[in-house]
């Protein structure tokens, strides 16, 4: 099965900092690789996704992920963090078929004024 | 619907009581999952329809949890005989096999055991 390792459990930013959140997936390709935001008390949100179409993926608010096949990773970065980037982030794998979905354990994301 | 409906948002129960949560996915979405988030904890995987069986249940905690699927729409996740842990934020998320993959999440019915 795969699986799905966030590095971090709570990150730290300045504002207008880099935002770098590590995701690394186990060794066989998934079909598809996800960045997710959860915002406080609501479900999670779509920030990006990878379906092999090009390695460097750009998503909503100014985020993106590059997939290093390499490296069996998928690291969501954005270039200036800003105040309401403070959230949850979870990066989700799926497994070969497609019909089920792996997910991390989540990174809390401070953005320090 | 335009989006995955979940109720009730809030679910406040006393230890011993079943409880109910709904999923009402997007209208055409095949798939449908349900997930616990416990406090600070990440996405636990709990049961996984597609249509009205569910070929993956194996993250059912216990017996005491049990989840149906009608006409290949609305879910209903029971929990009987609640206990304080089982205090969390129950998560539905549907997609479609034949779209782009991602999971589309409700906002989630909090539950807390008293």
């Known amino acids: 099965a795969q699986s799905v390792t966030q590095l971090g459990s709570h990150v730290s930013v300045s504002e207008g900092a880099l935002v770098l959140l590590r995701c690394n997936y186990s060794?066989?390709?998934?079909?598809?690789l996800f960045w997710y935001v959860q915002y406080p008390n609501q479900g999670l949100q779509l920030l990006l996704k990878?379906?092999?179409?090009?390695?460097l993926v750009k998503g909503i608010n100014g985020f993106e992920a590059e997939f290093k096949k390499s490296e069996t990773s998928f690291h969501l970065t954005k270039p200036s963090a800003h105040m309401s980037d403070a959230a949850e982030y979870f990066c989700?794998?799926?497994?070969?078929?497609?019909?089920?979905?792996?997910f991390g354990t989540g990174t809390s994301l401070t953005v320090i004024p | 619907g335009a989006g995955v409906s979940q109720s009730p948002s809030n679910k406040v129960t006393e230890k011993g009581k079943d409880v109910e949560l709904r999923c009402d996915p997007i209208?055409?979405?095949?798939?449908l999952y349900w997930y616990r988030q416990s406090l600070g904890q990440g996405l636990e995987f709990l049961i996984y329809?597609?249509?009205?069986?569910?070929?993956?249940k194996s993250g059912l905690p216990s017996d005491r949890f049990s989840a149906e699927r009608t006409g290949g729409s609305v879910s209903t996740l029971t929990i009987q005989r609640t206990q304080q842990e089982d205090s969390a934020v129950y998560l539905c998320?549907?997609?479609?096999?034949?779209?782009?993959?991602?999971?589309?999440f409700g906002e989630g019915s909090r539950l807390t055991v008293l």
């Open positions: 990878y379906t092999s179409a090009a390695t």
């Open positions: 060794s066989s390709v998934p079909p598809y």
């Open positions: 989700a794998v799926t497994s070969n078929t497609g019909n089920q979905f792996y």
């Open positions: 329809f597609q249509g009205n069986s569910a070929p993956d």
């Open positions: 209208s055409g979405h095949t798939a």
């Open positions: 998320a549907s997609n479609t096999i034949t779209g782009t993959g991602e999971l589309f």
